[in-house]
């Protein structure tokens, strides 16, 4: 195969989802479907619930968990799928931006009886913003859910994107008749309690077949005759092109614990989602199909055996071949690296690969060289867009709790936020640590594993502060001014950018107001 037919037979997406919605089964029976596990239950939740925030134990099990399912390949027709998993916990949140920036894609899990909720609604946000392009996956059609149309219109309205239904249910709950396919014309029948995967499938060339009415009942029959009527007069056909540009949302109904309408939307989905697409630069924009090699790092796990002090990079291949003990450049260490265990992930198998092409993720075993962000090159220097930290919305002071440890601490706190996991700050005026985060969680995996790994610790001491922002200004005199004025709340980030700490909304908005000139960013990158 050509790296040209390589490239365009990869589909690389995230399943986004509100916890609970059914991200893991829907993960697993599209890996059931790709032939790559051969039972169910073999897909761990990924999924930490508030009432083990507490428990080491369970953070540790869940790091376990997420480096196996970080990413899932399989085979399906032709294609090669990747699932790039994202963690359900919105203390994670900025792991999940983090990952969406890595794929083409996103398929979007709706609980039919929740409707659309908080989560669902941030992570769309980031798909917005880079309009990804989304497909919508409404979900435990076998429970008692709200009416369709009625869920679409709170899709449209709450999330802000047009959407076109592709399937459509008959009944819901315990009436649930099965799905109408409204492109082929086929009515794909529900079994009751079916755990298989066999399904019961009539192609239908006329909707008043009299065929249906048999299946379904003469009443769930018209209903659906009104149902398509309805459809067809109020939502546009589907154009592939406006869904790719990110316009426009194909919408699929199911019941993914029964196995129930997961094929019609792998079908689509490897049909229309886009294949590896090109990716900007601060020099340009690098397309797949450019001969010299190129990604970057948009995820970083630590060993779990305290031993090995190496981790996992997780690199997203975006031009060019990659290819095994071959030497490329660490634009941001200015470094030469070889790596001879390359991994590549099929479902649960980890296993060494010797090339890999644009759309892929490899894990790179990493000795302390990468960040989050870092770009793999052939030679140039260049770095990817689009993987900027956001504004955390907690903070704490770090306070070295043993002096005999302080090069451990520090070694600690930087690689821990060089993973990601939380984001660090120097105060300008006194020098103290600020650690941020998304989530109260995070402080108790630092200190956990500062502790364990790095034999250091800390103690971490309430800071009350609204928000972290970057700054900027066009006139360099103007930017020193406010930073002399306001400097016990100027901070430095880990890139030595300074960063105005606000105490309030509305100490912000003074500031703001005072200094019209200055730039305030909820994010790193502007
Ligand atoms: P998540 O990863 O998005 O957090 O969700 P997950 O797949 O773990 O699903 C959450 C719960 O919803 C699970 O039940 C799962 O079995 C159930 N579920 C998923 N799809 C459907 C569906 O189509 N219909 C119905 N009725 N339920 C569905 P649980 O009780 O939390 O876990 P389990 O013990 O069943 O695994």
Redesign the pocket.
């Known amino acids: 195969m050509t790296t040209r037919e390589e490239i365009a037979r990869r589909r690389t997406f995230a399943i986004i989802?509100?916890?609970?919605?059914?991200?893991?089964?829907?993960?697993?029976k599209l890996l059931l479907f790709g032939g790559a596990i051969q039972t169910a239950?073999a897909v761990k939740?990924?999924?930490i619930r508030k009432s083990t925030t507490s428990d080491f134990m369970e953070i540790e099990k869940q790091r376990g968990i997420s480096v196996s399912t970080s990413v899932m390949a399989f085979d399906y027709k032709n294609y090669k799928v990747n699932i790039l998993d994202t963690p359900?916990h919105e203390d994670f949140a900025e792991d999940t931006y983090r990952t969406l920036s890595a794929v083409d894609s996103v398929i979007m899990?709706i609980?039919c009886v929740k409707g659309v909720e908080p989560q669902t609604r941030k992570l769309l946000e980031v798909c917005r913003m880079r309009n990804t392009p989304v497909i919508v996956f409404i979900?435990?059609?076998?429970?008692e859910g709200q009416n369709p149309f009625d869920l679409l219109d709170e899709i449209e309205k709450e999330l802000k994107i047009k959407v076109r239904p592709m399937t459509w249910p008959i009944g819901i709950g315990k009436s649930f008749k099965g799905v109408y396919n409204l492109a082929d014309h086929t009515l794909n029948l529900f079994q009751g309690d079916s755990k298989t995967t066999v399904e019961e499938i009539l192609t239908i060339d006329d909707i008043h077949d009299n065929r249906i009415d048999k299946a379904v009942g003469v009443d769930f029959a018209e209903q659906l005759r009104v149902d398509t009527d309805l459809i067809n007069g109020v939502y546009d056909p589907l154009n592939v092109q406006t869904y790719l540009d990110g316009g426009i949302s194909p919408v699929f109904f199911?019941?993914?614990?029964?196995n129930?309408g997961i094929k019609e939307l792998l079908d689509c989905f490897v049909d229309i989602a886009p294949e590896p697409r090109e990716r900007d630069t601060d020099v340009g924009t690098i397309k797949p199909e450019d001969v010299a090699f190129s990604g970057f790092v948009f995820k970083i796990h630590a060993n779990l055996d305290p031993k090995h002090r190496d981790r996992i990079a997780f690199l997203r291949i975006c031009s060019g071949v990659f290819e095994r003990n071959k030497y490329y450049f660490d634009v941001l260490d200015k470094k030469q690296l070889r790596f001879s265990n390359p991994t590549a992930f099929m479902a649960q198998q980890k296993s060494v690969i010797d090339e890999a092409y644009p759309g892929d993720v490899i894990g790179l075993y990493d000795a302390g060289n990468f960040k989050i962000g870092d770009t793999l090159t052939e030679g140039a220097a260049f770095q990817f867009k689009g993987i900027p930290s956001f504004s955390p919305e907690l903070f704490r002071y770090v306070t070295n709790m043993d002096p005999m440890k302080t090069k451990q601490l520090q070694k600690g706190l930087e690689q821990l936020t060089d993973e990601g996991v939380a984001q660090l700050f120097t105060r300008k005026a006194d020098g103290r640590r600020v650690i941020g985060t998304v989530g109260a969680l995070q402080f108790e995996v630092i200190q956990h594993r500062l502790k364990s790994e790095y034999n250091a610790s800390a103690s971490f001491d309430a800071l009350n502060l609204y928000k972290a922002l970057w700054i900027s200004c066009d006139d360099r005199n103007k930017l020193q001014q406010f930073m002399l004025d306001r400097s016990s709340y100027i901070a430095l980030d880990k890139d030595e950018r300074p960063v105005f700490l606000a105490e309030s909304a509305w100490l912000l908005q003074m500031a703001k107001e005072k200094f019209p000139e200055i730039e305030f960013h909820e994010k790193s990158e502007f």
Not at 17 to 28: I, N, R, V, W
Not at 139 to 143: E, M
């Open positions: 989802a509100h916890p609970d919605a059914g991200k893991t089964t829907l993960t697993e239950g939740s990924n999924k359900g899990v609980d979900n435990k059609l076998d429970r199911g019941s993914a614990v029964n129930f």
